[in-house]
Nanobody, 124 residues
Framework: QVRLVESGGGSVQAGDSLTLSCVAS????????AAWFRQAPGKEREFVAG????????YYADSVQGRFTISKDIPENTVYLQMDSLKPEDTAVYFC?????????????????WGQGTQVTVSS
């Protein structure tokens, strides 16, 4: 069982940047596909960004394309989400997710392992 711990959330102004981190408990994390999801109050959890086990391939939701960047630091067992040009509509709890087999998947049910989430609040 891979344990994921997110950090880096906070309260910022529109246009600011934040970097979220997700540290995995196992070195076998190098074999896992990773992704970030988010959930705003009263809304369903939605896909934000994902990457292949190597981190070489990344894919994004249309709403964050060009503003967010996902990356994977294999030696550090860590996945990052660099968020630039933040907007108030980016406000949500952000979750890290991982799975051995779900490359390209954009639905929460495709991921077996989840972090506890970190709050991002963007004010106008």
């Amino acid at each position: 069982q891979v344990r994921l711990v997110e950090s880096g959330g906070g309260s910022v102004q529109a246009g600011d940047s934040l970097t979220l981190s997700c540290v995995a408990s196992e070195r076998s994390f190098t074999k896992y596909v990773a992704a970030w999801f988010r959930q705003a109050p009263g809304k369903e959890r939605e896909f934000v960004a994902g990457c292949s086990w190597s981190g070489d391939t990344a894919y994004y939701a249309d709403s964050v394309q060009g503003r967010f960047t996902i990356s994977k630091d294999i030696p550090e067992n860590t996945v990052y989400l660099q968020m630039d040009s933040l907007k108030p509509e980016d406000t949500a709890v952000y979750f890290c997710a991982a799975d051995l087999w779900s490359h390209g998947a954009q639905v929460p049910g495709s991921y077996a392992h989840w972090g506890q989430g970190t709050q991002v609040t963007v004010s106008s």
